[in-house]
């Protein structure tokens, strides 16, 4: 579904075969104008989320308003608490904000029914996660196919693509391999991979790199970058690490369920000193 | 997009997931978690040989009442095996044990079953992530709760319905083999049948529509 691969024909484009998003797209021109003329791939607008617990209220997002640039990097870093997840989520599709709106391409999520949400979540979206979260029974292969399996991929085809996918994020020889046979960077991996199975725009990811030490954490942020750039797949990452610093293309600092400022990667090493402070 | 006939062209690429292909995985779900698999039919097995027991000796009993031969019955009251006078008493009791044995069953299977779907949160939460849709979940469970309770049910009647015939053997003679039509034993064999697969889809379906219909977030944040 990112049109934008079309211009770049010599990527890393795994979706060059699928007949299915061709057919989609020929069925379906508006889309592709209004995806292509649309700037940002998603913008949130006044966010409320606020959790009861018993007594306490406590207000995880304050009014955020968030534009993603289409292609971009940009990471949402901040204190511990301070409603990077929520945030995540609320892109995501995977939770509810209880106020204001989230567009997704144009889309205004909240106007979806669940069959929709699930259609966002399987082609437009791939999330990758802090623990994984990997189908602990099932093999690589497997993990990578099932949302291909959800999106009515042929079962050959989908394997195919599986094994190319892997071979892309460096484990052609992990492909029959179950998560607890790997390390967490290859689990990680095995996410990255899963991630990209049906060809999303957004590829969020949620701290990807909290559980990894600091060598295999460098790894996968390259491999983000890498994606990235190769496919032009937007990347969203909520994240501690100042690794993920040099790779974004924009910074997203959230303090206390806000937006405190975002800032391009030419004015992060003027204010390097701060990263610190964090 | 609800209101934009283009996006229904896309949905339904995520309709189409074949009874065939759900049945698959769920066999492969099974197959790989076997030990556990193992561990929940044998709850069942067990629920189910105690309440199929208590209900097939009670059968039995009734047979050999009802259908017994005037001459087997003043044996066994000569014996002191059946007590004509305190029978309505006895019949009473068995009502009671029969009852308890259902709980016992429906809290063992329930709670089996519950098990087995909770620990799976995380796993649904992922799923739907990937565009799961709720139908495909219930489905999966549905199908691989359906072998669980086949298996477990059927296994644990063969035991239940053993341990009453040989006990029915020992206590009115070789007799009761030969008491047919035995119309309580197979009213007792089809409740018995009945009750533990419905008691093994409702233990799963339940937690697991709740989880399905659950944010991807709350599935996910369940660490189990
Ligand atoms: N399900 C929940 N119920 C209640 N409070 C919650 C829930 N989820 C998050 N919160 C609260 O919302 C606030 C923001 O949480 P969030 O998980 O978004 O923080 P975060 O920035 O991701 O933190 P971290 O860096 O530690 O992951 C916190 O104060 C947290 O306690
Ligand atoms: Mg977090």
């Known amino acids: 579904m990112n049109p934008q691969q079309d211009t770049h024909p010599e990527a890393f484009n795994v979706n060059a075969d699928s007949s299915e998003l061709g057919q989609t797209r020929e069925k379906d021109p508006a889309i592709v104008t209004r995806t292509l003329a649309a700037p940002f791939v998603v913008r949130a607008k006044g966010l409320k989320k606020i959790y009861k617990m018993g007594e306490e209220t406590v207000h995880a997002l304050n009014g955020v308003d968030f534009n993603v640039k289409r292609g971009e990097y940009i990471s949402i870093m901040g204190p511990s608490g301070s409603g990077k997840s929520t945030l995540f989520n609320m892109i995501g599709g995977l939770d509810k904000p209880n106020e204001g709106r989230i567009y997704i391409d144009d889309v205004d999520i909240a106007s979806l029914d669940t069959l929709e949400l699930a259609w966002l979540r399987c082609h437009k979206i791939g999330y990758i996660f802090q623990s994984y979260n990997l189908i602990k029974v099932a093999t690589a292969l497997d993990n990578v196919m099932l949302p291909m399996t959800f999106a009515g991929k042929q079962q050959a085809e989908a394997q195919d693509k599986a094994v190319y996918l892997l071979e892309q994020v460096g484990l052609g020889d992990r492909v029959l391999h179950k998560p607890l046979e790997m390390s967490g960077g290859q689990q990680q991996r095995v996410a990255c991979a899963r991630a990209l199975a049906n060809d999303p725009s957004i590829v969020l990811a949620d701290e990807p790199t909290a559980n990894l030490d600091s060598k295999t954490g460098e790894e996968i942020i390259n491999l983000l970058r890498e994606i990235n750039e190769k496919q032009n797949v937007t990347i969203i990452t909520a994240t501690h690490d100042h690794k993920m610093l040099a790779v974004s293309d924009r910074i997203a600092w959230v303090r206390d369920g806000r937006m405190d400022r975002i800032q391009e990667r030419a004015d992060i090493k003027i204010t390097k000193g701060e990263m610190h402070g964090i | ?224």
């Open chain 2, 1 to 224: 997009m609800n209101h934009d006939p283009q996006h229904r062209a896309n949905e339904e690429e995520i309709q189409p997931l074949s009874l065939h292909k759900i049945v698959r995985i769920a066999v492969r779900g099974i197959k790989v978690r076997i030990w556990r698999s193992v561990l929940v039919v044998s709850g069942i097995v067990l629920a189910m040989a105690f309440l199929s027991y208590i209900l097939c000796s009670d059968a039995f009993a009734r047979n050999v009442l009802e259908y017994g031969s005037r001459d087997l019955i003043r044996h066994l009251t000569a014996e002191g095996i059946i007590n004509l006078e305190t029978i309505a008493d006895q019949r009473v009791q068995t009502y009671w044990v029969a009852g308890l044995a259902l709980l016992i069953s429906l809290a063992g299977i329930m709670n089996a079953m519950l098990m087995s779907v909770t620990e799976r949160f995380r796993e649904i939460g992922t799923m739907k992530c990937l565009g799961a849709l709720t139908g495909f979940i219930m489905k999966l469970f549905l199908i691989e709760s359906l072998f669980a309770g086949v298996l477990g049910t059927t296994l644990g009647l063969i035991i239940g319905f053993g341990l009453a015939y040989v006990e029915g053997y020992f206590t009115y003679g070789g007799e009761v083999t030969a008491l047919f039509p035995p119309l309580h034993l197979l009213l007792s064999i089809l409740f018995c049948f009945i009750t533990g697969i419905l008691l093994t889809l409702l233990g799963a379906v339940y937690p697991a529509r709740l989880a399905a219909k659950m944010s991807p977030v709350m599935a996910l944040r369940s660490e189990m």
